[in-house]
């Protein structure tokens, strides 16, 4: 009988399944037949002992905790993962709240043009690549740039933005601020479309003004997707932003800004070492998983709002 059931439910819901079915494929391909992989963590990975990737990874030799016993005996290692988390730290202080003010204050334009211009404008530097933002801002802040050229008319001297390690964490955060912050902002302005407009008028009514309306009305019926970006965000603290530091950091700056990923990246191609790079990635994976927990159980206790 349940079969049956089963049966009739698929057959009546045929082309939700259909529509569903390259999502699925994309799952099982790219996130759950790859996990297979992970076991390289665990073993002496040689890729010519076997035949294919798949084979070689079979028949490479077991060596339990090895690798991770080479990773936190690395005293490179407490230097990585302290730049992955400074730097990811100094990304949540200073522009998670950026992409909320920006929502609030399109929010409160009231010309629909002028909102939409400004919206294009903030949304277009998600779509360039890191290597043409970086083409940009060494165009501005290089050592020949405009802004160098600027300093020395003014007899203060040129920065050296790009070599400099006390200037590179800054430069990386103001970057990603202005490539991401107009993107980010689009799941705060979706989520003000579920306000109802009714509590403004009723607002409007007992005498509230603009500043009011935003704090007693739009940012608490943001709240819920506020609380749960945070914790999507501080459950990836140690993916610092891999693609926009390969692309802008150079061997000057490697004490201030080499993290993980980029440190996988270097090991795993480099020097063709596999098993440790897949041992790096399975620590920070482990990692972010706990502070996901950790995170959704602290909104929970705190602001009594969570994702499960």
């Not at 665990?42 to 990773?71: A, C, Q, T, Y």
């Not at 912050?181 to 003004?209: C, H, R």
């Not at 932003?241 to 795993?268: C, H, W």
């Not at 620590?283 to 929970?300: D, K, P």
């Amino acid at each position: 009988m349940k079969g049956s059931k089963g049966r009739g439910y698929f057959r009546n819901n045929l082309d939700f399944w259909l529509m569903s079915l390259p999502g699925l494929l994309y799952l099982i391909v790219y996130k759950f037949i790859p996990i297979y992989g992970l076991t390289l963590a665990f073993k002496d990975f040689n890729m010519f002992i076997g035949n294919g990737v798949v084979d070689s990874i079979f028949k490479s030799p077991w060596v339990g905790l090895k690798h991770f016993e080479r990773i936190f005996g690395n005293p490179e290692f407490l230097q990585i993962i302290g730049n992955t988390l400074i730097i990811s730290i100094y990304k949540i202080v200073f522009l998670f709240p950026l992409p909320i003010i920006l929502a609030l204050l399109l929010n409160e334009v009231s010309r629909e043009w002028f909102k939409r211009t400004i919206q294009t404008l903030v949304y277009l530097p998600h779509f360039l690549s890191w290597v043409v933002i970086f083409g940009l801002f060494y165009t501005l802040l290089g050592s020949y740039g405009v802004v160098n050229q600027l300093l020395e008319t003014f007899g203060i001297g040129p920065i050296k933005f790009f070599t400099d390690p006390s200037y590179f964490r800054a430069l990386l955060v103001s970057t990603d601020g202005w490539k991401e912050a107009g993107w980010s902002a689009i799941v705060f302005l979706a989520a003000m479309t579920g306000i109802d407009p009714q509590l403004y008028e009723a607002a409007k009514v007992d005498g509230a003004n603009r500043l009011q309306r935003m704090l007693h009305i739009t940012i608490p019926g943001i709240l819920p997707v506020i609380v749960l970006m945070l914790i999507l965000r501080v459950g990836a603290i140690l993916n610092a932003g891999f693609e926009q530091i390969l692309a802008m950091y150079n061997p000057s700056v490697y004490k201030v800004a080499d993290i993980i990923q980029t440190y996988v990246y270097r090991v795993s191609l480099g020097q063709m070492d596999f098993s440790l790079g897949t041992a790096l990635g399975l620590f920070e994976s482990l990692v972010a998983f706990v502070l996901v927990l950790s995170c959704n159980a602290l909104c929970r206790k705190t602001l009594g709002r969570s994702l499960w």
